[in-house]
T-cell receptor
Framework: GAGVSQTPSNKVTEKGKYVELRCDPI?????LYWYRQSLGQGPEFLIY????????DSGLPNDRFFAVRPEGSVSTLKIQRTERGDSAVYLC????????????FGPGTRLTVL | TQLLEQSPQFLSIQEGENLTVYCNSS?????LQWYRQEPGEGPVLLVT?????EVKKLKRLTFQFGDARKDSSLHITAAQPGDTGLYLC???????????FGKGTRLSVIA
């Protein structure tokens, strides 16, 4: 079956611009996670959704970052006033139920802020 | 400070050799996972260990969780070029806290 998909695969933007990154989880998965992976680092947790609500957003670095999942399926990560330090691969993962279930990762969106 | 320290950072070996990579912490984890990540892809879960001292085998890969649940190791026997990739350990500290990842060990197996 279809795995987690993320679009776009690559995004190049200029400093100060607004970007949206999309995640399509595995059908039926209620939990969805966003991570950020900088060069040479492991993934870093950003936010976790259970259904439509953000169950844990403690990893969002500042108020320029926001994520939504209005219908409990597709999620969008939004970054305002992008900075060069935001350049990274943004990974999305989904799991069937609670936070203890196996997470299935998408291929990521590589964001480059010039 | 990195909660999970992985070593070595880089490892290049010949096909057929054995290797061990390590994941260490000063914190106790309720569970620990190992992932493999290839370029342009997301991490793929290999194993989850939950009990101190637990050993799990997956074909040529052997995973061990330390008795105190602060560390783990991954041993690969007779490495093959297909084992090449970034090996990440990740742990859950307690309850529903988020996964914490190490920086990974980048393994290259040369034919």
């Amino acid at each position: 079956g279809a795995g987690v998909s993320q679009t776009p695969s690559n995004k190049v933007t200029e400093k100060g611009k607004y970007v949206e990154l999309r995640c399509d989880p595995i059908s039926g998965h209620t939990a969805l996670y966003w991570y950020r992976q900088s060069l040479g680092q492991g993934p870093e947790f950003l936010i976790y959704f259970q259904g439509t609500g953000a169950a844990d957003d403690s990893g969002l670095p500042n108020d320029r970052f926001f994520a939504v999942r209005p219908e409990g399926s597709v999620s969008t990560l939004k970054i305002q006033r992008t900075e060069r330090g935001d350049s990274a691969v943004y990974l999305c993962a989904s799991s069937p139920g609670t936070s203890g279930d196996t997470q299935y990762f998408g291929p990521g969106t590589r964001l480059t802020v010039l | 400070t990195q909660l999970l320290e992985q070593s070595p950072q880089f490892l290049s070996i010949q096909e057929g050799e054995n290797l061990t990579v390590y994941c260490n912490s000063s914190s106790v984890f309720s569970s620990l996972q190992w992932y493999r990540q290839e370029p342009g892809e997301g991490p793929v879960l290999l194993v989850t260990v939950v009990t101190g001292g637990e050993v799990k085998k997956l074909k040529r890969l052997t995973f061990q969780f330390g008795d105190a649940r602060k560390d783990s190791s991954l041993h690969i026997t007779a490495a093959q070029p297909g084992d090449t990739g970034l090996y990440l350990c990740a742990g859950v500290l307690a309850g529903n806290t988020p996964l914490v990842f190490g920086k990974g060990t980048r393994l290259s197996v040369i034919a």
